[in-house]
């Protein structure tokens, strides 16, 4: 299967900074990548999906301001959480598609905001 | 609308003991059907999907699972639980249309007991 990371695996930050995290398919050409959301014990929540070269599409109740992300090449996908809080303290996911419903899933960044 | 229900939320089972997840799910397209586990602190690691064809498919780790379209379900089942197959178990739904986001179920939490 494909072979994707995210970095990094955990980060503390401050109230009010903000946070990139990198999501990398090593070893496909990712036209689509997905950013999920987990709170403890619960399920992934789709945030949105980054299209390479283009914007992304965010689902509904997700500030498209706050997290910033940007799908540069075919094989990086970045989120940045802008003027992070505590309730954005969460497991974030990427995905990389790679057509025909297959998604292969990052191993998860946890931040933590203080 | 579009979801995946995993009824139970939590389960335990004696190891050696024969296992069933359920999963039911609503999806206006033809479903393309995943169960994902997830260790505490981890990715997604894919344990089989249904595409089309064999009903019953097979996965990794001894597991299968079964579609049966008349009840929108697709439960998997292991004949003997092992103690390191106490996770999160979720199943999904997503279609064969590139740059489609799976949607998850809220997930069942598998203990096992010696």
């Known amino acids: 299967g494909a072979v994707v990371s995210q970095h990094p695996s955990r980060v503390i930050c401050k109230s009010g900074t903000s946070v990139k995290i990198e999501c990398r398919s090593l070893?496909?050409?990712?036209?689509?990548m997905f950013w999920y959301r987990q709170f403890p014990k619960q399920s992934l929540m789709l945030m949105a999906t980054?299209?390479?070269?283009?914007?992304?599409?965010?689902e509904q109740g997700v500030e498209k301001d706050k997290f910033l992300i940007n799908h540069a090449s075919l094989t990086l996908s970045t989120l940045t959480v802008t003027s992070a809080h505590p309730e954005d303290s969460s497991f974030y996911i990427c995905?990389?598609?790679?057509?025909?419903?297959?998604?292969?899933f990052g191993p998860g960044t946890r931040l933590t905001v203080t | 609308a579009q979801s995946v229900t995993q009824p139970d939320i939590h389960i335990t089972v004696s190891e050696g003991a024969s296992l069933e997840l359920r999963c039911n799910y609503s999806?206006?397209?033809?479903?393309?059907l995943f169960w994902y586990v997830q260790s505490p602190g981890q990715g997604l690691q894919l344990l089989l999907k249904?595409?089309?064809?064999?009903?019953l498919v097979q996965g990794i780790k001894g597991f299968e699972a079964e579609f049966k379209r008349s009840q929108s379900s697709f439960n998997l089942r292991k004949p003997s639980v092992h103690w390191s197959d106490a996770a999160e178990y979720f199943c999904?739904?997503?279609?064969?249309?590139?740059?489609?986001?799976?949607?998850f179920g809220k997930g069942t939490t598998l203990s096992v007991s010696s």
């Open positions: 995905s990389v598609d790679r057509g025909r419903g297959e998604q292969y």
């Open positions: 070893d496909f050409q990712a036209t689509t």
């Open positions: 980054s299209n390479e070269g283009s914007k992304a599409t965010y």
């Open positions: 999806y206006g397209a033809t479903p393309y």
């Open positions: 249904y595409f089309s064809g064999d009903t």
């Open positions: 999904a739904v997503g279609s064969n249309q590139a740059g489609t986001a799976l949607i």
